[in-house]
């Protein structure tokens, strides 16, 4: 099978591309894919690592502030859906599947007018513009979550398989992930996403102090590449050191399979993939949702999580190292409640996404030839 991959922007878009990609892979010896992706986003960077060739074009999301702008934005737009033409005219795919991001959206509409099918997964409970702007143009709507459907107006097309999951996570132990990183205490894991979160970085560095004086937990946090050098020189400010056994600063978490696993709380924002592998691992967390994405939808996931009691929510302007900190030392005091939160995760967990999106390829694949 011969597959087309769009999607961009974040890991939140990229990751679940790769991992579907990995999965057909895996499953098919014939398999073949290519991705399309801009060169502005963490694609350039992830998807030759992950060992698969990727075409760019040049797209940009619709400005909602400034509307003169997307007269270029829609310009910009035609000429994609013409180039992405032309790639699945040369690359002759079976399907189509997009991950989301805006790159999507023209990819969607060329393999609509090439008369290829295309399938587009939302991570989110609440669908982004591209998604629903794609509706018509696809024939299926992937859907992480159950209430996302009747947000759709194509409800016929839903298929609601949850967020595709890497399989280190899906197969990470916890016991076998605390004996090889040497960890005998409470540990808790910290991080701000793919590129790290000011205002998470901020907060931490502040409770930094706090941590060491307790001891009662080990501490392992993910800064984002960008912002390391200073949260470092931060922390040395406030009295951290290598030398403190129980801190650990990283500018990014490489083995999150086998550090999610071990941890026993986990901090994070709330963006789709991190909250879906939060479900399948059960692990309790502390989501702190970035205002700064489109129509909150962070909070709405976190929100959804807080609904069923499968995580706490704190919301930027109610963070604080003390908040923060105070909460952490409370879960990690209750082994009761870590236990009904670790309960309800697994209730609401979809794990077996990989295999209802390859099974949705493969039906687009038999009907598109």
Wanted: hydrophobic residues 40%.
């Amino acid at each position: 099978m011969r597959v087309i991959f769009a999607g961009g922007g974040t890991g939140g878009h990229i990751n679940p591309a790769i991992s579907i990609a990995d999965y057909a892979k895996a499953h098919d010896e014939n398999f073949e894919a290519l991705f399309i992706g801009t060169k502005q986003g963490l694609e350039t960077r992830l998807v030759p690592k992950a060992g698969y060739d990727i075409r760019y074009i040049d797209i940009e999301g619709f400005d909602r502030k400034n509307m003169l702008k997307n007269v270029s934005v829609i310009k910009k737009l035609i000429t994609a859906r013409n180039d992405c033409r032309r790639i699945i005219r040369e690359f002759k795919p079976d399907c189509v599947v997009c991950t989301g991001g805006y790159v999507s959206g023209p990819v969607a509409m060329a393999a609509y007018k090439e008369g290829v099918n295309a399938l587009i997964h939302e991570q989110n409970v609440y669908p982004g513009m591209t998604v629903k702007g794609s509706e018509k143009y696809v024939k299926y709507l992937a859907l992480s979550f159950d209430e996302t459907v009747k947000l759709m107006k194509n409800r016929s097309k839903c298929v609601v398989t949850g967020n595709p999951i890497r399989t280190e996570i899906l197969e990470a132990d916890k016991n076998k992930a605390r004996a090889e990183l040497g960890i005998d205490k409470p540990f808790v894991l910290i991080f701000g996403g793919s590129l790290g979160a000011d205002r998470i970085n901020e907060t931490v560095v502040s409770m930094l102090p706090m941590i060491k004086a307790g001891g009662a937990f080990k501490l392992l946090f993910g800064t984002g590449e960008r912002n390391y050098e200073k949260v470092k020189a931060a922390a040395k400010e406030v009295g951290i050191t290598d030398a403190d056994i129980n801190i650990e600063i990283t500018p990014y978490i490489h083995n999150m399979a086998d550090v999610m696993a071990a941890a026993d709380v986990v901090v994070a924002r709330s963006g789709a993939i991190t909250v879906s592998e939060i479900a399948a691992l059960g692990k309790p967390s502390i989501l702190i949702p970035s205002p700064n994405v489109v129509r909150n939808h962070q909070e709405q996931n976190a929100r959804e999580f807080e609904r069923q009691d499968a995580a706490e929510v704190i919301t930027e302007p109610e963070l604080s190292a003390d908040v923060l900190y105070s909460r952490i030392i409370k879960m990690l005091e209750d082994k009761d409640y870590l236990k009904a939160m670790n309960k309800n995760l697994k209730k609401i967990a979809k794990t077996d996404a990989l295999t209802k999106l390859y099974e949705l390829m493969l039906d687009m694949a038999k009907k598109s030839n």
